[in-house]
């Protein structure tokens, strides 16, 4: 037999997600019971060939799920776990499971387990040296968006913060959108938004998870179809306003973030308000019809809003960030790599020189040799240094690093 998961034919690139068998015995295939987020990965089979085990976002965490070949059972393997689990791989006799555990506060280190039962025992202490050093405090905070609907996020307070003090405040948007903020590490960090040194400056950083999100389910995953911009941006401003009335934000000092859908939604919220101080803005999409003709997955944007650009240009504009620049007073740092598939550098480009002209504060750093993004060491420092210096010198504290 063969395990694999598909989607709806032609594919639904948000939508529900199911583990298959396929027998190759007899040619006949059948469907698994769903899991919770429907949109997982597939780790593997358990040794005596009636399970195969697969893994998912479970909200801010991951779950790890058994599902029967037969079709009838689901449970969830790693039920209760407060930490994050990831990178799960089975050995070659389906016997134990070696994965990463960590959280916000928890470096990350290896683990292996008997199949039979989660009960994870440390197997490395790579980061040994750096268990003492004190992280910053996060917890998961939740607020209603748009239509009343409960959004969850992450927020990271300074080190060492005060209760009842205003800080200076960034909104980090991930990409996707089918994207999740979780549990991991905050000095983990390898992209390109160091949330633990914003944390040692004095920044509270808050990362959200809007309609759109994966890990709570098909409905609310595909929630924003057709409605890029419209109540995915509800939900974060509200998320925004909801750390404001916390009495942790600064609202005179506040800054946002985002790369790819990030970047989509940085752009967009510039060209629709005025509150945030500075923005930096990563590899984004600012014009749908554009992106849809130049990218590497022709497919995607047609899934989310339901038809080709040329049958309803007005839709591909008006979910457009680009048709909005006119708005835009915010300074913004746009950061793109040079050899960008996915979302083509032209989309920066567009959206720098609009600003420019416009005489709206506007830098460009652009990277050569990378991709969608950074993956060198040094570009991702220098991605890192860049972020750190455009906020400090927008809402910063002033404070050495």
Not at 51 to 79: F, H, P, Q, R
Not at 97 to 107: G, H, V
Not at 197 to 209: I, K, Q, S, T, W
Request: aromatic share 10%; glycine share 10%; proline share 6%.
């Amino acid at each position: 037999m063969i395990a694999y998961y598909s989607t709806e034919d032609p594919v639904d690139w948000s939508g529900p997600r199911h583990a298959k068998i396929y027998s190759v015995a007899d040619g006949k295939s059948w469907k698994l019971k769903a899991t919770p987020d429907e949109n997982g990965a597939i780790v593997g089979w358990t040794a005596d060939g009636k399970n195969i085990l697969l893994s998912e976002a479970n909200k801010t965490l991951n779950g790890i799920y058994v599902l029967s070949v037969d079709g009838k059972n689901i449970t969830e393997w790693n039920k209760g776990t407060t930490d994050l689990l990831g990178a799960a791989s089975i050995n070659s006799t389906g016997t134990y499971i070696a994965f990463t555990l960590q959280n916000p506060s928890k470096f990350p280190e290896a683990y292996i387990s008997s199949l039979n039962n989660y009960s994870p025992v440390k197997i490395t202490n790579i980061n040994a040296d750096n268990a003492s050093k004190s992280l910053p405090k996060t917890e998961v905070i939740k607020w209603k968006g748009a239509d009343g609907k409960e959004i969850e996020g992450l927020l990271t307070y300074p080190i060492n913060y005060k209760p009842g003090t205003k800080v200076s405040f960034i909104l980090n948007v991930h990409g996707g959108p089918a994207g999740v903020f979780q549990q991991t590490c905050v000095a983990g960090n390898s992209g390109t938004y160091p949330i633990a040194a914003f944390a040692e400056m004095g920044y509270a950083v808050l990362r959200p998870n809007p309609r759109g999100s994966s890990g709570y389910g098909t409905e609310f995953r595909t929630a924003n179809r057709s409605d890029w911009g419209g109540k995915d941006f509800i939900d974060l401003m509200a998320g925004v306003d909801e750390v404001i009335k916390m009495g942790v934000a600064d609202e005179n000092k506040m800054g946002v973030m985002g790369w790819s859908y990030g970047g989509f939604m940085s752009s967009w919220i510039v060209g629709h308000t005025d509150r945030f101080k500075a923005a930096s803005i990563g590899a984004p999409v600012v014009d749908l019809g554009f992106q849809n003709l130049t990218d590497d997955i022709e497919g995607f944007l047609p899934s989310y809003f339901k038809t080709d650009p040329w049958n309803d240009w007005s839709l591909y504009d008006a979910h457009s960030p680009l048709r909005f620049v006119q708005n835009v007073k915010t300074p913004v740092m746009l950061q793109h790599c040079e050899g960008d598939q996915r979302v083509p550098i032209s989309n920066g480009i567009m959206f720098y020189n609009a600003l420019r002209r416009r005489n709206v504060p506007v830098r460009m750093f652009v990277m050569p040799r990378q991709a969608h993004g950074p993956v060198e060491p040094t570009m991702i420092l220098k991605t890192m240094q860049t972020n750190v210096e455009w906020f400090e010198k927008h809402i910063g504290n002033k404070k050495s690093f």
